[in-house]
């Protein structure tokens, strides 16, 4: 080869060293990740959780999601609890779980239309809901209506579908005593306006369901007045003694009867029987040892073949630790966390009084029940009988819970965020499909109102002067604030007054709230009030309401013209109190404002 050949290819090569294939193979390889790449991965997925909680709809997707979440898995997990025991009963493993899909759909339904029901008509339906209730637990002790079974009488058996009246009437003391609560909200609410007439309800309701008897739901509907009193704002010490004195009760009601007694001392070890009264608990625990960590394999778990009685029900969270291991049992704790989280987050943004009292109290109710059962099934707390929610079977109590949720969904898009999206345009696919009505933002009632310009006034007005200002304010401390939302105390600026038809009233206003003060006296102080800001210029409507309240009062002319003596003293006077309108004389021709025409 000559020299020139060699020069020649020497070339061709540096040039296809040069190609872009030549340079991309000569690329030098990527640096591994340092540490600080690893570190910043949970920053991200953090701001990435900040922006989902951001959007306004993110509490509403939210209770859907936890809400469908864990439907699915208690329909998948009661399947596996309950296929051994439905197969020995009447020959079908699927016995136990039609019945719960059913109750399942049911639900569902409830839970759309709770979804889709204006905030005004549960305040509506509070009083005839907890009547109804109230009554349906009376009728089912009467022998010959309410079911026996196993010694209680608690059911309704309707076409061979059990209803519980005792899990219906938490939905309704729910509804009704934030109803009631939020009606009476005032920043220096005495005693008496928190504790009637809800605590007396509540113990005729316990009293009714330990007839039964029942004591489980018992402990529920205390758990339930409990809330409601702790986040309308009882004082602490009041609330403290409410609490001993609900402790002291149970306790007594334990110890009444053998069999509960037996399970207490069998928690405390004063019972040391393996096929006694601990046997439920320590089948339990052998359960959840035999799971460990990544558990046996869904449908494999041992102790439903008869040897963990009501697998399927109040110890269906055995099921899951053995069949799914800790890893499972800690999915389920994470739920209801999240659904916890959910429920105070609503209740923390709402402004209606009624659905922060009312989620909030949802919100303890479902996750007392939840931490109870796991707590009487890992061995923290002796056997109550709650069941999980939505993951045991049971019908009224599925149903009960999906209906507490629709609440929570409904609340979720009153909160104003998901008010201003919505009413913009910005909807959904979830409430395209269900063709879910337009939520309306909050709106203080008159009374509300009033009530709420009452406590400013009381909180401004300085200590040595005149105003009526409370003399043991309702304090809260800031660790209970974090817990809960503060009602009682704090009320949110007063809006500005309108008329009926949402305008802006024009003029000062009078607030005088005492008993039997009704709305043509309010007229009548707003008409004084119009005319002593604009003398001039007064309007017919002013005018009319100031001659019908002189008419009704007998106070149309002053002293001297009463005792007068001619009629066109008084005619000028009245005209002079009618306006430019002249009303009063083709009314009555002067002689009903003189003193002669009386």
């Given at each position: 080869?000559?020299?020139?050949?060699?020069?020649?290819?020497?070339?061709?090569?540096?040039?296809?060293?040069?190609?872009?294939?030549?340079?991309?193979?000569?690329?030098?390889?990527?640096?591994?990740?340092?540490?600080?790449?690893?570190?910043?991965?949970?920053?991200?997925?953090?701001?990435?959780?900040?922006?989902?909680?951001?959007?306004?709809?993110?509490?509403?997707?939210l209770?859907?999601?936890?809400?469908?979440?864990?439907?699915?898995?208690?329909?998948?997990?009661?399947?596996?609890?309950?296929?051994?025991?439905?197969?020995?009963?009447?020959?079908?493993?699927?016995?136990?779980?039609?019945?719960?899909?059913?109750?399942?759909?049911?639900?569902?339904?409830?839970?759309?239309?709770?979804?889709?029901?204006?905030?005004?008509?549960?305040?509506?339906?509070?009083?005839p809901l907890?009547?109804?209730?109230?009554?349906?637990?009376?009728?089912?002790?009467?022998?010959?209506?309410?079911?026996l079974?196993?010694?209680?009488?608690?059911?309704?058996?309707?076409?061979?579908?059990?209803?519980?009246?005792?899990?219906?009437?938490?939905?309704?003391?729910?509804?009704?005593?934030?109803?009631?609560?939020?009606?009476?909200?005032?920043?220096?609410?005495?005693?008496?306006?928190?504790?009637?007439?809800?605590?007396?309800?509540?113990?005729?309701?316990?009293?009714?369901?330990?007839?039964?008897?029942?004591?489980?739901?018992?402990?529920?509907?205390?758990?339930?007045?409990?809330a409601?009193?702790?986040?309308?704002?009882?004082?602490?010490?009041?609330?403290?003694?409410f609490?001993?004195?609900?402790?002291?009760?149970?306790?007594?009601?334990?110890?009444?009867?053998?069999?509960?007694?037996?399970?207490?001392?069998?928690?405390l070890?004063?019972?040391?029987?393996?096929?006694?009264?601990?046997?439920?608990?320590?089948?339990?625990?052998f359960?959840?040892?035999?799971?460990?960590?990544?558990?046996?394999?869904?449908?494999?778990?041992?102790?439903?073949?008869?040897?963990?009685?009501?697998?399927?029900?109040?110890?269906?969270?055995?099921?899951?630790?053995?069949?799914?291991?800790?890893?499972?049992?800690?999915?389920?704790?994470?739920?209801?966390?999240?659904?916890?989280?959910?429920?105070?987050?609503?209740?923390?943004?709402?402004?209606?009084?009624?659905?922060?009292?009312?989620?909030?109290?949802?919100?303890?109710?479902?996750?007392?029940?939840?931490?109870?059962?796991?707590?009487?099934?890992?061995?923290?707390?002796?056997?109550?009988?709650?069941?999980?929610?939505?993951?045991?079977?049971?019908?009224?109590?599925?149903?009960?819970?999906?209906?507490?949720?629709?609440?929570?969904?409904?609340?979720?898009?009153?909160?104003?965020?998901?008010?201003?999206a919505?009413?913009?345009?910005?909807?959904?696919?979830?409430?395209?499909?269900?063709?879910?009505?337009?939520?309306?933002?909050?709106?203080?009632t008159?009374?509300?109102?009033?009530?709420?310009?009452?406590?400013?006034?009381?909180?401004?007005?300085?200590?040595?002067?005149?105003?009526?200002?409370?003399?043991?304010?309702?304090?809260?401390?800031a660790?209970?604030?974090?817990?809960?939302?503060?009602?009682?105390?704090?009320?949110?600026?007063?809006?500005?007054?309108?008329?009926?038809?949402?305008?802006?009233?024009?003029?000062?206003?009078?607030?005088?709230?005492?008993?039997?003060?009704?709305?043509?006296?309010?007229?009548?102080?707003?008409?004084?009030?119009?005319?002593?800001?604009?003398p001039?210029?007064?309007?017919?409507?002013?005018?009319?309401?100031?001659?019908?309240?002189?008419?009704?009062?007998?106070?149309?002319?002053?002293?001297?013209?009463?005792?007068?003596?001619?009629?066109?003293?008084?005619?000028s006077?009245?005209?002079?109190?009618?306006?430019?309108?002249?009303?009063?004389?083709?009314?009555?021709g002067?002689?009903?404002?003189?003193?002669?025409?009386r």
């Amino acid at each position: 080869m000559t020299a020139t050949q060699e020069d020649a290819s020497t070339e061709a090569k540096s040039a296809g060293s040069d190609s872009p294939r030549a340079s991309k193979r000569r690329t030098a390889p990527k640096a591994p990740r340092s540490r600080s790449d690893a570190a910043a991965i949970p920053a991200t997925l953090v701001e990435g959780v900040r922006n989902l909680l951001s959007r306004p709809l993110a509490s509403y997707h939210l209770v859907l999601t936890m809400a469908a979440l864990m439907t699915s898995f208690g329909l998948i997990m009661v399947l596996s609890a309950s296929s051994v025991e439905g197969y020995s009963a009447d020959g079908s493993a699927y016995g136990l779980f039609a019945n719960q899909v059913i109750f399942v759909v049911l639900g569902a339904v409830v839970f759309y239309l709770t979804l889709r029901m204006p905030v005004r008509f549960f305040r509506r339906m509070a009083v005839p809901l907890i009547a109804a209730t109230t009554i349906m637990l009376a009728l089912v002790l009467v022998p010959g209506i309410g079911t026996l079974s196993q010694g209680a009488r608690r059911w309704f058996d309707i076409n061979g579908l059990s209803v519980q009246p005792s899990e219906l009437v938490k939905v309704a003391l729910c509804v009704w005593g934030a109803h009631l609560l939020a009606s009476r909200r005032r920043d220096n609410s005495s005693l008496r306006e928190l504790l009637v007439p809800l605590v007396p309800v509540g113990l005729l309701i316990c009293l009714l369901i330990i007839l039964e008897p029942n004591l489980s739901t018992t402990i529920t509907i205390a758990i339930i007045v409990g809330a409601l009193l702790w986040f309308a704002g009882l004082p602490i010490k009041v609330f403290a003694a409410f609490v001993i004195t609900g402790v002291g009760i149970a306790v007594v009601l334990a110890l009444v009867e053998s069999y509960r007694s037996q399970r207490v001392m069998s928690f405390l070890g004063g019972i040391d029987d393996p096929q006694g009264a601990g046997y439920q608990a320590r089948q339990a625990t052998f359960a959840l040892a035999n799971g460990g960590v990544f558990g046996v394999g869904l449908g494999q778990s041992r102790a439903k073949w008869n040897y963990l009685p009501n697998a399927h029900n109040d110890f269906i969270f055995a099921i899951i630790g053995e069949e799914l291991g800790l890893i499972g049992g800690l999915l389920v704790v994470f739920l209801f966390v999240v659904l916890a989280f959910t429920g105070f987050r609503i209740a923390h943004r709402c402004t209606d009084p009624f659905l922060r009292l009312m989620t909030s109290t949802i919100t303890v109710l479902i996750t007392a029940q939840a931490f109870i059962n796991i707590g009487y099934v890992i061995g923290l707390l002796p056997v109550t009988g709650i069941q999980l929610p939505l993951l045991s079977a049971g019908g009224t109590s599925t149903l009960t819970v999906l209906a507490m949720l629709g609440l929570l969904a409904n609340a979720a898009r009153h909160e104003p965020e998901a008010v201003a999206a919505l009413t913009t345009g910005q909807r959904s696919r979830v409430s395209r499909w269900f063709r879910l009505p337009t939520p309306v933002a909050y709106k203080p009632t008159r009374a509300e109102s009033a009530r709420n310009r009452l406590d400013t006034r009381d909180r401004r007005a300085p200590a040595s002067s005149g105003g009526r200002r409370s003399a043991t304010p309702n304090r809260v401390p800031a660790w209970r604030r974090a817990i809960g939302v503060r009602f009682f105390g704090a009320a949110p600026e007063p809006s500005p007054p309108v008329d009926r038809r949402g305008a802006p009233r024009s003029g000062p206003v009078r607030l005088d709230y005492r008993v039997g003060y009704s709305g043509r006296q309010q007229r009548r102080d707003d008409a004084r009030g119009h005319e002593r800001q604009n003398p001039s210029r007064r309007s017919s409507e002013s005018a009319r309401a100031s001659q019908s309240a002189r008419r009704a009062t007998g106070r149309g002319v002053p002293s001297s013209t009463r005792t007068g003596s001619s009629t066109g003293a008084s005619r000028s006077d009245s005209g002079r109190y009618s306006g430019h309108t002249g009303r009063a004389d083709k009314m009555s021709g002067g002689s009903r404002w003189s003193g002669t025409g009386r």
